[in-house]
């Protein structure tokens, strides 16, 4: 039987992963990704046990991770009979992967920005096409109050 260490979260990995999910990153993936941060290297279900996930949720944050290309897998020889043990490890440091997810909130941010400046400019020029449109009616008006016979009408 094999046996193997796990690695549990302490309160700043907790952080470092709520962190990353109020950034938009899934829970599994941060989860996964902290612990993959702190441990050279461990299989499916050492990342299962230290994380609290369970097995689909870190399939598919690996799947993720790999997409990525963050992380990487190698088959571990088995000792004995059975089959090999699939090891997962990070193929990008920390400060890499943590650098491209910077980069991905700038682009974000840019692009909520522009879609703002837009809005801000879809407003100004609609209130100014107003603006124009109620010109005349402005003027019909003020003129009508400087009439004396408009007074009549606000005297009841």
Known sequence: MRQEDVVYFTDTEEEFASLLIQLGTQKNVAKVLVFLAKTPEATSHAIERGTGLRQPEV??????????????????????????????ELAKSIDEIMDYIENEKKVETGSQLALVQKL?????CNYDKLVICLAPFNMLLYSLFLSEDMS????F
């Open 120 to 124: 801000q400019e879809h407003i100004r």
């Open 59 to 88: 399939s598919l944050a690996m799947r993720h991770l790999m997409d990525q290309g963050w992380i990487r897998s190698r088959e571990s020889v088995s000792e004995g009979v059975g089959r090999p043990m699939i090891m997962y």
């Open 152 to 155: 009549l009408i606000f005297t």
